[in-house]
T-cell receptor, first 109, second 114 residues
């Protein structure tokens, strides 16, 4: 079945530093979604990318979809303690979303 | 805010007990899902449903069973709980139509089997 890999698995950053997580698939994706899960919480949808090379921004978060639609990235500029959590990418399909392994972000004040 | 609910939120039970985790959504979504997740770890799909009377096993083998008698309700049952079942169980739903595939997650049930 479809597999989606995410790197890194963990990331510790000093508050104010930037952070990036990468999502890679061996197959072409119809779309890619990103979710955030706060510690002790449940995943919450952030955004969906559909078009090749698409870039979307939400305040300090920048989402990119690769030209070949096989990879994606989430970049956070100037992290804050509120950014702490696990970020999951998800390859959206008709039956289900195939989630990546997740990147756990820890922000040191 | 998503209208998807799970009960109980926390459950501590002894080995061998039968339990049912409830999940309900009021959005009219046909597709519903159950995930098992250890704290801070991957989301493992254990069951899903396309609609009433439809259930499928997910990517991770599970001893649990599910039913879908009503669109809004997707309960998960463990006939005989074991310590290895200790985990968080997340229910989710999404629309069937179109390409907008956002999944809405419930708050989860944290299960501890002693």
């Amino acid at each position: 079945g479809q597999q989606v890999m995410q790197i890194p698995q963990y990331q510790h950053v000093q508050e104010g530093e930037d952070f990036t997580t990468y999502c890679n698939s061996s197959t072409t994706l119809s779309n890619i979604q990103w979710y955030k899960q706060r510690p002790g919480g449940h995943p919450v949808f952030l955004i969906q990318l559909v078009k090749s090379g698409e870039v979307k921004k939400q305040k300090r978060l920048t989402f990119q979809f690769g030209e070949a639609k096989k990879n994606s990235s989430l970049h956070i500029t100037a992290t804050q303690t509120t950014d702490v959590g696990t970020y999951f990418c998800g390859a959206g399909g008709y039956q289900k979303v195939t989630f990546g392994t997740g990147t756990k972000l820890q922000v040191i004040p | 805010e998503a209208d998807i609910y799970q009960t109980p939120r926390y459950l501590v039970i002894g080995t061998g007990k039968k339990i049912t985790l409830e999940c309900s959504q009021t959005m009219g979504h046909d597709k519903m899902y159950w995930y098992q997740q250890d704290p801070g770890m991957e989301l493992h799909l254990i069951h899903y449903s396309y609609g009433v009377n439809s259930t499928e096993k997910g990517d991770l083998s599970s001893e649990s069973t599910v039913s879908r008698i009503r669109t809004e309700h997707f309960p998960l049952t463990l006939e005989s709980a074991r310590p290895s079942h200790t985990s968080q169980y997340l229910c989710a739903s999404r629309e069937s139509q179109g390409n907008y595939n956002e999944q809405f997650f419930g708050p989860g049930t944290r299960l501890t089997v002693l």
